[in-house]
Structure formats: structure tokens, C-alpha cells
């Protein structure tokens, strides 16, 4: 295991993500710390705040405080139900017009196309703050983002869980999808944003599954199907947190027998 690279390939999932933190924060406790990410949405922010020198804690205190995903913000000017203006403000702040490249790991942020109907992996010269924002743009919920006269969604809808991005980039990779999904009742799906989301989840799990054989230790928390997509609860935010440093701790046996 000396010298060796490990790479972690972070799911998009709203407010889920924090999963990704709470997992990122038992690596530490146990001498790894991953190198090479590849994120999308949610995982692309998680991603890109370890990737300059954030503590799984301070992503913790970063969803606590900025108020990316909040129904209360609603727009009727753009394409979206509300603006992503509140998240930008943050990684303007954090990242400046730092580029992919100049960040301390090696980091890949996916999104959509949306002219061309592809996927996107951002290249080292991009603006990182504009590409974790394409990412991160939520179809019909967020508004688009325009990247050198491109507009983009979100990575999620053709590839929520970007672990073959990373094949081959490191030795030993690591997946984290936080978006189990299970059958719920005709009384959850009676609503805009319930439809909506239920939607956007089983797609994003449909081109998962086709990827999580291809990790060295895959982790999927199943007490995450509690939460909402969109959390606006600080306690609730930490137990996302909790279950996924949980979930780590739980299941490292088998990955420890990797390294062997």
C-alpha cells in the first residue's frame, strides 16, 4: 500500500453528499487520503472543497451555511425554479478563478451538454468555481450555467456516478453513491417537486449500477433514502454526515483485505 494512489468517485444527490464528507473523514482517520477525484453535483463540490485543503468538517459547515438548494428562493426569470447565484457567491470566494489544474489533487467535474446532448469532463484549464457550477445544475430546478458560450446541466443525468472517469487513474478506487433508491407509496408522489425528483432518481441510478463493479470498495449508506434530496435541516445535514463516516466504518473490513 506504500506509495500507492487511490482515487474516489463522488455521486451527485443534493444535500446527500454530505455522505461524501462523513466518508472523506473516516479515510483520514485511517492514513488514506485520495488523490484523484471525480465528481458530479453534489460530488463535484465535495470534491473540489477537499481538493483545496477543506476538512470534512468544514464541507459540513459549508452546506450548513450556504443555501444551495432552498425552495424559498424561487425565480420565474430563467430557466430554472431558482438561482444558483447563492452557491457561486461561495466558490467565488474559496476558489477565485483558480483552474482545475491548480488545484492541490487531481480533480474531474462532469456535466451536460445540453446543445449537444454529451457528457462534459472539464479540462485542466477550466475555471474550477464554473465547472463545480455546471455540475451542479439541477435540471428545471437550478438554471442552466453558460461555459464559453455552452450551457450545461447537471453531470447527473448521463453519468451520476463518474467512476470510470478515474479507471486507470490510480491504483485502488473508491466509489461513494448516495442516492439508494427504494419503492415508495403513490402518497409520496403527489407533488411538482416530488415527481421531479423521484424522476431524476431513478435515472441517475439506472447509469450508476452500470459502474459501481468497477470500484475496489463501494459504498451506498441505505439510511440515506430518510432524507430528502433537498435538506434545509442543520441536525439533519450532520446525520447525512454521521451515516456516511458510519457507513465507511462499517464496511472498511472488506477493502482492508484488498490492501492486503
Known amino acids: 500500500m506504500v506509495n500507492a494512489v487511490f482515487g474516489i468517485a463522488l455521486s451527485g444527490g443534493g444535500h446527500r453528499g454530505l455522505a461524501?464528507?462523513?466518508?472523506?473523514?473516516?479515510?483520514e482517520e485511517e492514513g488514506i487520503s485520495p488523490s484523484v477525484i471525480s465528481g458530479t453535483s453534489a460530488g463535484a463540490i465535495v470534491g473540489t472543497m477537499y481538493a483545496i485543503g477543506k476538512t470534512p468538517e468544514e464541507?459540513?459547515?459549508l452546506f450548513q451555511s450556504v443555501s444551495f438548494f432552498n425552495w424559498n428562493y424561487i425565480t420565474t426569470k430563467?430557466?430554472?425554479l431558482f438561482d444558483i447565484d447563492r452557491l457561486e457567491i461561495y466558490?467565488?470566494?474559496e476558489l477565485g478563478n483558480r483552474t482545475i489544474g491548480e488545484l492541490d489533487k487531481q480533480v474531474y467535474i462532469s456535466a451536460t451538454d445540453m446543445?449537444?446532448?454529451k457528457?462534459?469532463?472539464?479540462?485542466?484549464?477550466?475555471i474550477a468555481k464554473k465547472a463545480v457550477l455546471a455540475s451542479c445544475a439541477f435540471p428545471a430546478v437550478f438554471s442552466p450555467v453558460v461555459l464559453d458560450g455552452v450551457i450545461y446541466s447537471d453531470g447527473g443525468m448521463l453519468n451520476n456516478f463518474p467512476v470510470n472517469t478515474i479507471q486507470g487513474?490510480?491504483?485502488?478506487l473508491i466509489g461513494s453513491n448516495v442516492n439508494p433508491v427504494?419503492?415508495?407509496s403513490a402518497e409520496n408522489l403527489k407533488t411538482i417537486k416530488s415527481i421531479t425528483l423521484r424522476s431524476f432518481e431513478i435515472m441517475m441510478n439506472n447509469n450508476t449500477h452500470l459502474h459501481k463493479n468497477l470500484c475496489d470498495w463501494y459504498l451506498e449508506p441505505a439510511d440515506l433514502t430518510k432524507y430528502f434530496t433537498f435538506e434545509t435541516s442543520k441536525a439533519k445535514m450532520k446525520e447525512i454526515f454521521d451515516i456516511g463516516y458510519l457507513e465507511a466504518k462499517s464496511t472498511f473490513s472488506t477493502f482492508e483485505d484488498i490492501l492486503k
Open 78 to 80: 430563467k430557466a430554472g
Open 182 to 184: 427504494v419503492e415508495t
Open 119 to 126: 457528457l462534459k469532463i472539464f479540462g485542466k484549464d477550466t
Open 20 to 27: 461524501h464528507a462523513g466518508i472523506l473523514k473516516f479515510l
Open 91 to 93: 466558490l467565488d470566494r
Open 169 to 172: 487513474h490510480c491504483d485502488y
Open 115 to 117: 446543445q449537444r446532448g
Open 59 to 61: 464541507i459540513l459547515e
